[in-house]
């Protein structure tokens, strides 16, 4: 039996209709930006896999590192026990942080990363005996699929069959020249109610990456730090490099009260989320009460091998020559982005850092079903490149190590494509 029979027989994939689900690709092997199918296909990962893979697949100096990880210490219960790699990476990632950042939580992925960060927020104000509940988040932002991050994310189809079990946000919109008066005013009318402020900054992914401007979000940050709205930077996406910047943070004049990593944490070789707080956060569980005790915790949490994994990542992300390649992906980028916007098809072009999106014009809503996506899809993996359309919403998310020639052949492609649709 062919494994993607087998798959079907036992596997239900994620953002998958299995009903009408074409058959899987079986991956065999993976090499720099290059991912192998068992028929002897390679295929350019133009988009990371899903946005993790930033340093491309099977890097030989993060394997080596897990590899002796594995060999020494596996995994350890984090209640009661520590180990250098989590009190290393810990160090690391706080150094390269807004000054601050203090404190390390560890969880699994960024929909938990989130899910702490709401949780130390609420309860930051509630070991105060202050009522402050609810959340002020923006329209389309998504932070996850876990209960939490998805009641912060904005209502869609995605999130509509739990509507009624969602908790209650504030949504609004994301912020421009025009309205920042009016997002201004909604922060100081709920400032009593709202516990925090969570946002992706710069750049909302999963809702078709949508850009807002840095000056217009520190504004906004300003305002929740006059009117006392904590603040949650959700760089699960945005952090170690996307941007074209270590973190979305160095774009911003004002700093966030915590901030949630994940996706490039590790390199995309294993999943792991980190929460950070500033000190005042932590210090509202500090008691010799017992119940002001932030009581969450995961099986892995701080696991050696994942905190391995991302002391590698972080160490080869901030070489020279990392650097010079994020930088050589925006040139080449900026550069393709005016062939774009020349083009008859193409709408709303917009690049920050190594992420550069577009629209399909067409005669249906930019949403995430329209079937541009799918068609296009296909058409890019007939020729070797993985690309995943947020329906009309095309866009690249390289790993940093893509070459110039390789850049190239997937602009190329993109364009008959185009010409195709
Ligand atoms: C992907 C993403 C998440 C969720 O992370 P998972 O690891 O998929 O749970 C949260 N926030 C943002 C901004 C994301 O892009």
Redesign the pocket.
């Known amino acids: 039996m062919s494994l993607q029979q087998r798959d079907k027989d036992v596997n239900w994939h994620p953002y998958t209709q299995m009903k009408i689900a074409e058959d899987t690709i079986p991956i065999v092997k993976g090499k720099g930006v290059y991912l192998f199918d068992n028929q002897g296909n390679r295929y350019i990962d133009a988009v990371s896999s899903?946005?993790v893979t930033i340093h491309g697949h099977a890097h030989p100096y993060i394997a080596q590192k897990v590899s002796e990880q594995l060999n020494t210490l596996e995994q350890v219960i984090f209640a009661g026990f520590t180990h250098e790699p989590a009190v290393q990476l810990s160090e690391n990632l706080l150094s390269l942080l807004p000054d601050n950042q203090q404190k390390v939580f560890y969880s699994d992925?960024?929909?938990?990363?989130?899910e702490v960060a709401l949780k130390m927020c609420i309860q930051y104000w509630y070991n105060q005996g202050k009522k402050k509940t609810k959340i002020l988040a923006f329209k389309d932002a998504?932070?996850?699929?876990?209960f939490g991050?998805m009641s912060v994310s904005g209502r869609s189809v995605w999130t509509k069959p739990f509507g009624e079990m969602l908790f209650e946000v504030i949504f609004m919109d994301t912020p421009t020249s025009e309205n920042l008066n009016d997002l201004k005013a909604i922060i100081q009318n709920h400032s009593q109610e709202i516990a925090c402020f969570i946002y992706?900054p710069l750049i909302q992914?999963?809702a078709g990456m949508l850009m807002h401007k840095a000056e217009d979000l520190s504004v906004l940050m300003k305002i929740c730090r006059e009117q006392k709205v904590l603040m949650i930077q959700?760089?699960?996406?945005?952090g170690f490099g996307r941007t074209g910047k270590l973190f979305a943070a160095n774009y911003l004049s004002e700093k966030p009260d915590i901030m949630?990593f994940?996706?490039g944490l590790t390199g995309g070789t294993m999943?792991m989320?980190i929460t950070t707080s500033s000190n005042e956060i932590f210090e509202a569980f500090l008691s010799d009460d017992k119940y002001k005790t932030l009581f969450h915790g995961h099986s892995f949490t701080a696991n050696p091998l994942a905190c391995t994994a991302a002391l590698a990542s972080m160490e080869l992300l901030l070489k020279e020559d990392t650097l010079t390649h994020i930088k050589l992906i925006y040139e080449k980028h900026l550069n393709f982005s005016k062939t774009l916007q020349q083009h008859p098809k193409v709408e709303n072009v917009r690049l920050i850092g190594t992420i550069l999106a577009w629209e399909i014009k067409n005669d249906k809503q930019t949403s995430y079903f329209n079937e541009i996506g799918k068609i296009s899809y296909n058409e890019f993996l007939k020729r070797g490149i993985i690309m995943r359309p947020l329906g009309n919403v095309m866009y690249l998310v390289p790993p940093y190590c893509i070459t110039s020639e390789e850049l190239d052949l997937v602009y190329k492609n993109i364009l008959e494509v185009m010409d195709y649709l």
């Open positions: 899903w946005w992925n960024g929909s938990t990363a989130v998504y932070h996850g699929d876990t991050a992706e992914g999963a959700d760089e699960v996406f945005t949630c994940s996706k999943p989320g």
